[in-house]
């Protein structure tokens, strides 16, 4: 019970107050022994106060019956004083007299039951009480034996303590052991206190308030730090928990609540030996020891004989939880007992899902576990390039709820805990870097019919607006065999074959060099399972949402047919292409369409659709194309993802039909470029046998351009038919009465681009608004707004409908009408326009609209 670790911790420089001021005062020397108060006998120290203060240091006292005395006590710097006493009692005032001063002092003693001594010695101003218990020599069987101390409190609060040795022998004699260091004492108790001298201290002792229930000795005791209260178990003498021996295999360590990475396997024998394998610094370490178990203490001890290791432990089946101190930090440290179980559950492939199911880590550093029913055990892991990395062949166990797998290249086993619940195994191994928490699932070999058909690639990221044009086919047959069918970066189709099975919500995929694991990929349906979306790998090293649909492989019957396009975005921006599909109903489909030049551009190949995606792919080849459709009536709007955005094309269907509203003669009155003023006259003849007939004339060459088309009509769209061109041009129209506007887009080929042109026509109705007639001369011109020179030009106007214009030397006939406040005119071999016109008395204005210009021309009659 060594001063440093028990009670008897001395406060430095608080000498024994007895003797440390013998040569203070003096008086005269004692008669010897008189009085009725039995202070013959060795007294041991049990507290001390100066002033009231509470002091502490060790002190033996003996008082002999020949008035002769021996005080040995501690000092400062734990150094150990002897003084040789006489002493005499005159009633309850104790003289004595220090041999080495001749300094005699009074101090009244009080006796209790011959068992305590309280002294009180003043000094000047210094007052000190010294409370000692008398030593008997009695013994308390229960003490003997050999103790291991387990636990302390200081304060109340548990604290780190020893490891410490107590060894009591029936004849008062024993040792104090802590770490490497043994003392030998005696020892003896009264009542309920245990009283310890140490012989090579000339019998220097101390003392501690102690209990003793069954095999647990508890000892209480105050120093300067405060309250101690330790426990200590007793070694049984071969008693042996028979949970205990056997091998066990560690799952889980922490000290001070931090988890620590110690792969450790111990045998505890039944004879109280043990071999302990574990790692220190990476390095597999064997040690020999001997252990011992106490009620629920457990011990520890090296090949020097010196207590390693003390902890609480608690059993449960074959689960031992060990609660101890390593280094004077707290431990705790879970086992598991090896049975040589094997859990049916574990049995078969598993494949990593990922730290806590993040299939990110899964995908890209592929993992499977095999646990065969006859103990062998397999771990597989590959690279993020799907290159084996590395396999461990090895066996495996299970108990108390961990799997137990030996290294194959030394003595450890690692342990860790698991549970498999719907298919899939959780489980908690400590690593290095912690501890991790993987997810795998357990391969069944199923393939889901749901997956099994054609899917084709229709967008990434979950939104359709990541500008991915993508063709990709990926086939699932029932046998387990996936197919993808899509193009490299230079476009030549790629086709790679893989296996698969599935479970849960998960596919497991695998190539041809992947024979013992796979790489997890989440799916799940929607859209009544005509969707499904994976997280697959992607460009970046990332996992990737993708989403495909389900091809039928069928040519829905509304979709067959020639559509022509009459409006495209990219990203919710307008940018027209005069475009024109036909779908056939054997599968084929030829696109055409405008290039910026004006050029036809024409694609061909072959289409699939379901009930509201469109499926495109080159001639022959399998990678298609996706884009969303919905069709009302003969109205199609078509969505895919682009190179340069999301596209949406509306198109409406060519039936051919001819109706009566638009047949007529019309000629241009205005027009607009982009926006723009720009008018070239043009005069256009509908037909109700579906011709179309254009006249323009070109003012740089002094001729008629005069185009021959067909048309047809549907959707408030004209649709023209150009013999020269596979391309149906969409001209939007309206019709109100007389008037008709249009919209459609060209190519310019000053501007090298489409250019949106708008239109109004007024229809021919043969009207001649008599009031024209008459001779007109021109008197007033303005362009834009500036007054020209009006030169000298006359109009010679007859109410038959011809007319001619003079000016200068230059005579043109023409022909003309009227239409609602517009003069229809046709200028024979040469120009045409219709214009504004209004008369006012005998003055006519007519306004006209040419390239970008606007003219006024007034006439008087």
């Known amino acids: 019970m060594r001063s440093a670790r028990w009670l008897w911790l001395i406060l430095a420089g608080t000498m024994v107050i007895l003797f440390a001021t013998a040569c203070e005062q003096a008086t005269e020397e004692p008669a010897g022994p008189t009085g009725g108060i039995n202070v013959v006998g060795t007294w041991v120290l049990r507290s001390a106060t100066l002033n009231g203060t509470p002091i502490y240091y060790r002190q033996t006292t003996t008082i002999n019956q020949d008035s002769t005395g021996l005080s040995v006590f501690e000092g400062p710097g734990n150094q150990v004083y002897v003084e040789p006493f006489t002493w005499t009692l005159d009633g309850d005032i104790l003289s004595y007299t220090v041999t080495s001063s001749g300094v005699t002092y009074d101090s009244p003693v009080v006796l209790d039951n011959d068992r305590i001594l309280t002294m009180t010695t003043t000094t000047n101003d210094t007052i000190v009480v010294q409370t000692s218990i008398r030593v008997t020599g009695a013994l308390d069987d229960n003490l003997v034996g050999t103790w291991n101390s387990t636990s302390a409190t200081l304060n109340g609060e548990s604290t780190s303590y020893g490891p410490e040795v107590l060894i009591f022998n029936d004849d008062g004699t024993g040792t104090q052991t802590e770490g490497a260091e043994t003392d030998t004492l005696s020892w003896s108790v009264n009542q309920n206190v245990l009283i310890a001298q140490y012989p090579a201290l000339n019998d220097l002792g101390s003392t501690t308030n102690y209990t003793v229930a069954g095999n647990t000795l508890t000892v209480t005791y105050q120093d300067e730090e405060g309250t101690w209260v330790v426990t200590y178990a007793k070694e049984t003498g071969g008693e042996v928990n028979t949970d205990i021996p056997g091998t066990w295999v560690n799952v889980w360590m922490e000290i001070d609540g931090t988890p620590v990475y110690y792969p450790q396997v111990a045998t505890l024998n039944e004879d109280s030996t043990g071999i302990s394998v574990h790692l220190d610094e990476g390095e597999v370490v064997v040690d020999t020891f001997t252990w011992w178990a106490v009620d629920d203490s457990f011990f520890v001890l090296n090949q020097e004989g010196v207590v390693d290791f003390r902890s609480r432990y608690v059993i449960e089946g074959t689960r031992v939880t060990f609660y101890g101190t390593l280094e004077g930090n707290s431990s705790t440290q879970i086992l598991v007992k090896e049975t040589g179980a094997h859990d049916p559950a574990l049995a078969g492939r598993w494949i990593y899902t990922g730290e806590y199911g993040n299939i990110q880590d899964a995908v890209f550093e592929p993992e499977a576990l095999e646990f065969n029913i006859d103990g062998s055990f397999t771990d597989t892991q590959y690279d993020h390039e799907l290159e084996r990395e590395?396999?461990?062949?090895?066996?495996?166990?299970?108990?108390?709820?961990?799997?137990?797998?030996?290294?194959?290249?030394?003595?450890?086993?690692?342990?860790?805990?698991?549970?498999?619940?719907?298919?899939?195994?959780?489980?908690?191994?400590?690593?290095?870097?912690?501890?991790?928490?993987?997810?795998?699932?357990?391969?069944?070999?199923?393939?889901?019919?749901?997956?099994?058909?054609?899917?084709?690639?229709?967008?990434?990221?979950?939104?359709?607006?990541?500008?991915?044009?993508?063709?990709?086919?990926?086939?699932?047959?029932?046998?387990?065999?996936?197919?993808?069918?899509?193009?490299?970066?230079?476009?030549?189709?790629?086709?790679?074959?893989?296996?698969?099975?599935?479970?849960?919500?998960?596919?497991?995929?695998?190539?041809?060099?992947?024979?013992?694991?796979?790489?997890?990929?989440?799916?799940?349906?929607?859209?009544?399972?005509?969707?499904?979306?994976?997280?697959?790998?992607?460009?970046?090293?990332?996992?990737?949402?993708?989403?495909?649909?389900?091809?039928?492989?069928?040519?829905?019957?509304?979709l067959v047919g020639t559509w022509v396009q009459v409006g495209h975005t990219v990203d919710g921006v307008e940018d027209h292409q005069p475009a024109t599909v036909e779908l056939f109903g054997d599968g084929t489909f030829v696109s055409y369409s405008f290039g910026d030049t004006g050029s036809v551009d024409s694609e061909g190949g072959d289409w699939t659709a379901s009930d509201s995606y469109l499926f495109i792919r080159n001639p022959g080849e399998m990678p298609a194309h996706a884009a969303g459709y919905t069709i009302d009536g003969d109205s199609l709007t078509v969505t895919m993802p682009g190179e340069d955005g999301v596209e949406v094309s509306t198109l409406v269907r060519e039936t051919g039909d001819l109706p009566a509203e638009p047949v007529g003669t019309w000629y241009s009155v205005i027009g607009y470029t982009d926006g723009a003023l720009y008018h070239t006259p043009v005069r256009v003849t509908i037909e109700s046998d579906g011709s179309l007939t254009t006249v323009m004339f070109d003012a740089d060459s002094g001729e008629r351009e005069i185009d021959q088309n067909t048309w047809s009509a549907n959707g408030g769209y004209l649709f023209i038919h150009h013999p020269d061109s596979p391309v149906i041009q969409a001209v939007s129209y309206s019709i109100d009465d007389n008037t008709l506007e249009a919209v459609f887009y060209e190519p310019n080929d000053e501007l090298q681009r489409l250019v949106e042109v708008s239109y109004t026509f007024i229809r021919e109705t043969g009207n001649l608004d008599t009031d024209l007639a008459g001779t007109w001369t021109r008197t007033g011109l303005t362009v834009n707004g500036t007054v020209q020179d009006p030169g000298n030009v006359t109009l010679d106007v007859n109410a038959s409908g011809y007319g001619t214009r003079t000016e200068d030397a230059q005579v043109d006939n023409f022909t003309w009408s009227t239409t609602e406040g517009y003069l229809l005119v046709d200028v024979t071999e040469s120009y045409l326009n219709g214009m504004e016109y209004s008369i006012d008395g005998d003055t006519l204005t007519l306004t006209a609209y040419e390239k970008d210009y606007t003219s006024v021309e007034t006439y008087t009659r």
């Not at 996936?482 to 189709?493: I, K, L, Q, R």
């Open 390 to 558: 590395e396999v461990m062949v090895s066996s495996w166990s299970t108990s108390g709820g961990a799997v137990i797998v030996d290294d194959n290249e030394s003595p450890l086993k690692f342990a860790t805990d698991y549970s498999v619940s719907g298919g899939y195994m959780e489980a908690t191994p400590m690593e290095e870097e912690g501890v991790q928490h993987p997810v795998f699932v357990k391969e069944t070999g199923e393939h889901d019919p749901n997956i099994v058909g054609t899917w084709v690639y229709l967008e990434h990221g979950g939104n359709g607006t990541d500008g991915r044009d993508r063709a990709e086919t990926i086939v699932f047959d029932a046998s387990g065999t996936m197919t993808s069918y899509h193009y490299d970066e230079s476009g030549v189709p790629v086709t790679e074959v893989m296996g698969w099975s599935s479970v849960d919500t998960l596919l497991l995929m695998r190539d041809d060099t992947m024979t013992e694991t796979a790489f997890p990929i989440p799916y799940q349906y929607y859209n009544f399972g005509n969707m499904i979306e994976v997280q697959a790998p992607g460009d970046e090293g990332q996992v990737e949402d993708m989403t495909f649909v389900r091809d039928p492989g069928t040519q829905p019957a509304d």
